[in-house]
């Protein structure tokens, strides 16, 4: 607990583009009531003095992209109740995995010359490759309605939602036109709902930021966009460009692209 009595939190961000953290400061409408529920005690993006734990909660954003980041988040880790990792970076790797389609000796020469020996870049992995993670708010950024939700259930003790069932789920309900029809190449079908379709319904495909969706059918979805025209390496680039971590998973791994 903070000094007040109510829940300590702290917010951390590891590599990412910072955009999660920056859409809870734009959660405007909302955040004094978050600071009546809880103490924010951490959050170098926010606050001039920081705490050094422990905290009920801590947010983490980000991917663990440095080996100095495995012992932060290790920390984190060690001195928080519960753990929530916040954004795509932080449950599946993010956009920055983008990096692991290329050897990181190459890109780290490439970015930074040969002087390039206090670089401790590693392969681009979510938070839960090294700790346990309680609850994931994934997509890129992290949808703000999710955040408040898992702020309100945890401070109430509850389990918060989280939605079981794909994009098109939501997508359908809003009687979308459906862009694989189209001929374009969507990833609704096997992502996590959760954005209430918020791409197809702005003209635009789902490009798979929120990771798998729970039981999803990954070798339906890559026989349709193979049908409509996508090569096997759009394909697998598709899966992988938000979810690096998807490459470590069984069921992608037997895939026939
Ligand atoms: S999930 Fe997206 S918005 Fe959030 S930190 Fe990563 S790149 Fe930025
Ligand atoms: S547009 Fe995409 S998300 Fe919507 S129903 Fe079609 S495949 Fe699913
Ligand atoms: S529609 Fe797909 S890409 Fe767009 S926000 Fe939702 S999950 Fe992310």
């Known amino acids: 607990m903070g000094d007040n009595g109510k829940p300590s939190v702290g917010i951390f961000g590891l590599t990412g583009c910072a955009g999660c953290q920056l859409n809870i400061l734009n959660i405007e409408d909302h955040l004094l009531d978050i600071l009546n529920l809880v ?3 951490t959050w170098v993006m926010a606050k001039q003095e920081n705490s050094e734990g422990p905290w009920d909660v801590a ?3 980000g991917s663990v992209a440095k080996k100095s980041e495995i012992e932060r988040v290790k920390k984190i880790r060690e001195k928080s109740g519960v753990l929530v990792a916040i954004g795509a970076c932080a449950t599946h790797g993010g956009l920055p995995g983008l990096r692991n389609f290329r050897d990181i000796s190459e890109m780290t020469q490439i970015v930074y010359g ?3 020996d206090h670089i401790d870049a590693i392969p681009i992995k979510p938070v839960s490759a090294y700790v346990d993670v309680d609850y994931e708010l994934p997509g890129c950024p992290m949808e703000k309605t999710e955040f408040l939700e898992i702020v309100k259930s945890l401070v109430m003790g509850k389990r918060p939602y989280s939605a079981q069932y794909s994009v098109c789920g939501e997508c359908k309900a809003l ?15 096997v992502t996590q709902a959760g954005c209430n379709a918020l ?3 702005n003209g635009a495909v789902c490009e798979g930021c929120r990771g798998p969706a729970p039981e999803a059918n ?7 966009l193979k049908k409509i025209g996508a090569t ?3 394909v697998r680039r598709k899966f992988l460009k938000y979810c690096p971590s998807v490459a470590e998973m069984p069921e992608f791994k037997e895939l026939e692209f």
Do not use: R, Y
Request: negative net charge; hydrophobic residues 35%.
């Open 218 to 224: 990954w070798a339906a979805e890559v026989k349709i």
């Open 175 to 189: 009687e979308n036109i459906c862009l694989l029809k189209e001929g374009k190449f969507c990833m609704g079908p």
């Open 199 to 201: 791409c197809p319904s």
């Open 39 to 41: 103490d924010i005690t």
């Open 232 to 234: 096997p390496e759009d």
């Open 59 to 61: 947010f983490v954003e």
């Open 114 to 116: 040969e002087n390039n």
